[in-house]
């Protein structure tokens, strides 16, 4: 079975076209192996996960940012569930980001999103991001077009200064088509342990989608950059979505040449060196 996804596949490249409705989201071809295969594979992958994290974490020099995007539905929750489900904590963080609040209004629409960005040794997931300024803004209008147009470029400049100190960045968009989100829909309308995740106005930006797959494409293609790019990943099927994210996660990672610091051999207090003692047999533990 083959294993390597060859993520290139779903990379967008700078200046590429972007027509979302000629990209099969329930397409699985890239893996040789049915659900059952995926999920081995996923546990895999995930197993390599969580030694990269702790590196990172320890090495403290480089900093990882995961922007999950996508329609309602779209997987982004079950993507954090699934793909960082055995990394330590401590060095993994979620940022949400919701209706802004009176504070974040008063400033501009990155202001909120900068505070939230990963520090050094750091992974930070976006669920949901900046690019819900050209995205949900656009689509109703909550800002006219001579506003939300320069913030491709403002959002390509921003990321630039992330990349340039030491932050990789990753954005995912999570593709599936309105039959799959209805399908999703309803199985949370019939299962009582998910009606808390249904939203009726969730439901209802479905009459919206042709206006967000328009904006999504222009997104897409316009904010993809070498040190930022964007991965249209199918996610119809849970299994495979979660399989391309988290190889690319481990590749990215894999490919800092991180290492562990040196031994501090300098002794707390004095400045000495530290100096390795033989045990005298009379001293040694029982």
Known sequence: MSRDLHLNRYMVGPGSKVRLSRIDPGDTSAFKGDKADGEKAIDSIIKK??????????????????????????????????????VNPEGVRV??????????????????VHKQVPGKGEIVIFNRSHYESVLVERVHGLVPEKVWSKRYRQIVDFERMLNEEGTTI??????????????????????????????QLDYDERSYWKDYTSAYEDALERTSADGAPW???????????????????????????????????????????LKETKTKQSDAPL
């Open 95 to 112: 940022a949400h980001f919701g209706l802004p609040s009176a504070e974040e209004l008063d400033h501009d629409y990155l202001w909120r």
């Open 170 to 199: 990753l954005k995912f968009f999570l593709h599936i088509d309105k039959q799959e989100q209805e399908k999703r829909f309803q199985d949370r309308l019939k299962n009582p342990a998910k009606h808390w995740k249904f939203s």
């Open 49 to 86: 996960l969580d030694p990269l994290q702790e590196l990172l974490y320890a090495e403290h020099k480089h900093k990882l940012l995961v922007v999950l995007q996508g329609m309602d539905s779209s997987g982004k929750d079950g993507t954090i569930r699934r793909v960082f489900e055995g």
């Open 231 to 273: 991965f249209i990943v199918p996610s119809n099927h849970p299994w495979f979505r979660d399989l391309v994210v988290s190889q690319a996660i481990v590749k990215s990672l894999e490919g800092l040449g991180m290492r562990y610091p040196k031994l501090d051999t300098e002794k707390p207090g004095d400045g000495g060196p």
